[in-house]
């Protein structure tokens, strides 16, 4: 091979890892569901852009966080948005959500950080934006206990207490690693 075929040949590999390699990556909490060894456990990073981390390596159509220090304002809404977690399609919550399009986020209630808020709408196919049944609820943390639940548009309940509160559990580790990796000062 000759030795500009060999550079070209680098220059793409780099080319194509570069996303990669500017990517701020870290080892994070497990995706609940990639599998109970370390050899399966998905690898967790966090892309900064505009005030915001798109988090990667859970099983999810798409994650942001916003930081507690990073206010984001939605002009057609008026709210502002900080240390919250987005999700589109949190397949890592469960079975529930792998048929659906899902939209939601958590947050915690207050700077204690004893409980969390979470909540998402699961389209109807009205069309536009996601719209149809809600779920809102707040988990006690420390008591494992639901404290507020909401569900509007639902026929009954779709969930457990049980599974609720592993919800919670959940997102509260995903929150708590995405602050973690804030607090380090990586972008």
């Known amino acids: 091979m000759t030795l500009i075929k060999r550079v070209s040949i680098c220059i793409l590999v780099l080319i194509l890892l570069m ?9 994070g909490i497990k995706d609940p569901n990639a599998g109970t ?20 390596g859970y099983d ?8 507690a220090n990073e206010a984001i304002s939605d002009p057609s809404t008026g709210w502002t ?10 397949y890592f ?5 792998r048929d659906k399009l899902t939209e939601g986020g958590a947050s915690w209630t207050d700077d204690s950080k004893e409980c969390i808020r979470f909540g998402f709408t699961v389209d109807d196919g009205r069309g536009g934006a996601v719209a149809g049944p809600t779920v809102e609820v707040v988990i006690d943390l420390n008591n494992n206990e639901i404290v ?4 509007t548009g639902f026929e009954t309940q ?4 049980d599974e609720l509160i592993k919800m919670g559990n959940v997102l509260a580790d995903v929150i708590r690693d995405a602050e973690k990796h804030c607090k380090d000062g990586q972008q």
């Open 93 to 97: 919550l469960g079975d529930f959500f």
């Open 148 to 151: 507020g639940s909401d569900f």
């Open 37 to 56: 060894d370390s050899e399966t456990s998905a690898i967790i990073t966090y892309d900064y852009s505009h005030g915001l981390y798109v988090v990667n």
């Open 60 to 67: 999810a159509g798409h994650m942001e966080y916003i930081p």
């Open 158 to 161: 779709p969930f457990s207490d």
């Open 19 to 27: 996303p990669t390699i500017a990517g701020c990556s870290k080892e």
């Open 81 to 90: 948005y900080m240390g919250e977690l987005y999700y589109v399609d949190p």
